[in-house]
């Protein structure tokens, strides 16, 4: 019995190790077009977001920002992803989001290349989150949809985007993620 349980928990620490090098290892671009990867964020707690510029989830920016401000001394790490999937809400140009995201919200935290997060176009990233075989299967139903990920790499809860960035809920997740070395 303890070579079964033994066999089934090793199963599942290789396949979360898996999951976890695999977001790592996806290509993305920073805002300014700039190759990276999530590796660049290792050993840090990541909260991944679909952002837009003229979406009535906008507002998000400041309590997103809040949320980077109180905790990434501790190691969380907000990842802003703008997409124009619902509704053409993010039509401008990565230097035009960059400039709306300095200017009318003071944001701070590392902002991305403009990605699809749902359909044929889907980007890796978000086919990890929320393909098929994802860690949360389900497309991103709206912009500012939000995914807490662990220190490495592991995905660890999915957020809805009416969902508050600085819900009891959404804190909880992050204090509870930082407080694991």
């Given at each position: 019995?303890?070579h079964?349980?033994?066999?089934?928990?090793?199963?599942?620490?290789?396949v979360?190790?898996?999951?976890?090098?695999?977001?790592?290892?996806?290509a993305?671009?920073?805002?300014?077009?700039?190759?990276t990867?999530?590796?660049?964020?290792?050993?840090?707690?990541?909260?991944?977001?679909?952002?837009?510029?003229?979406?009535?989830n906008?507002?998000?920016?400041?309590?997103?920002?809040?949320i980077?401000?109180?905790?990434?001394?501790q190691?969380?790490?907000?990842?802003g992803?703008?997409?124009?999937?619902?509704?053409?809400?993010?039509p401008?140009?990565?230097?035009?989001?960059?400039?709306?995201c300095?200017?009318?919200?003071?944001?701070?935290?590392?902002?991305?290349?403009?990605?699809?997060?749902?359909?044929?176009?889907?980007?890796?990233?978000y086919?990890?989150?929320?393909?098929?075989d994802?860690?949360?299967?389900?497309?991103?139903?709206?912009?500012?949809?939000?995914?807490?990920?662990a220190?490495?790499?592991?995905?660890?809860?999915?957020?809805?985007p009416?969902?508050?960035?600085?819900?009891?809920?959404?804190?909880?997740?992050?204090?509870d993620?930082?407080?694991?070395k």
């Amino acid at each position: 019995m303890k070579h079964v349980f033994l066999s089934l928990l090793l199963a599942a620490t290789a396949v979360l190790g898996a999951s976890s090098g695999k977001l790592a290892s996806i290509a993305i671009k920073d805002i300014d077009g700039k190759p990276t990867s999530l590796k660049a964020y290792e050993g840090k707690v990541l909260l991944i977001v679909n952002v837009a510029s003229k979406c009535g989830n906008t507002k998000q920016y400041t309590p997103l920002e809040a949320i980077y401000q109180k905790y990434k001394d501790q190691g969380l790490v907000v990842l802003g992803f703008p997409c124009n999937d619902f509704g053409g809400q993010e039509p401008g140009t990565n230097e035009e989001i960059k400039t709306f995201c300095s200017t009318k919200y003071p944001v701070t935290f590392p902002l991305f290349d403009k990605v699809k997060v749902k359909g044929a176009e889907k980007h890796e990233l978000y086919e990890a989150l929320t393909g098929k075989d994802g860690a949360f299967p389900g497309d991103v139903k709206w912009n500012f949809g939000k995914f807490l990920i662990a220190r490495d790499g592991t995905p660890l809860a999915r957020f809805e985007p009416k969902t508050q960035p600085d819900s009891a809920e959404v804190v909880k997740a992050i204090e509870d993620a930082l407080a694991k070395k």
